[in-house]
């Protein structure tokens, strides 16, 4: 994992922004710890142009623009850094894809961008990231400081 002020820095996957402006959820709670920690500087974070992308698409394909907004501008501002994904990206995602049964494409995308820049924790709802291969998921509920 790269460090960054000597804190580790985790890829940030959008189902964490979208449970904590979401309905009532057995994850909204523990997503809105971590996005506290996140806010207070406690975890470090990065994302993707995918993981943008992706947010926006779901808020703005159910005419709720507004959470959309927020939910980019949350994206936006809490991560150090957001990856572009890469022809190079793609290709890798192509492998996960052949090499990683049930596996979706959008979660190969993001492993993708996340192996080829060297970080190797995600903090995610989504146990599809459990069989990638150098990928440490780290679920919001299990969260410890």
């Known amino acids: 994992m790269e460090a960054t002020n000597d804190r580790p820095l985790f ?14 959820h057995p ?9 506290e920690q996140i806010r ?5 974070v990065c994302t ?9 698409h779901r808020y703005y394909r ?17 991560c150090y850094v957001v990856y572009p994904v890469t022809p190079a990206d793609m290709e890798r995602a192509f492998s996960i894809l052949h090499e990683v049964p049930d ?8 492993a993708a961008v996340m192996l080829n820049n060297g970080l190797t924790h995600i903090l995610s709802a989504d146990d599809h ?10 679920a919001p509920e299990t969260w410890q400081p």
């Open 129 to 138: 990231f459990d069989r990638i291969a150098g990928i440490t998921r780290v």
């Open 103 to 110: 596996v979706n494409v959008r979660d190969a995308v993001h």
């Open 11 to 24: 890829f940030l996957d959008a189902n964490i922004i979208m449970y904590c402006l979401g309905a009532e």
């Open 62 to 78: 159910q005419k709720q623009q507004e959470v959309g907004d927020k939910a980019y501008r949350l994206l936006t501002d809490l």
């Open 40 to 44: 207070d500087g406690r975890i470090h």
């Open 48 to 56: 993707s142009t995918e993981i943008q992308q992706e947010t926006l």
């Open 27 to 35: 994850l909204k709670a523990p997503c809105l710890r971590v996005l």
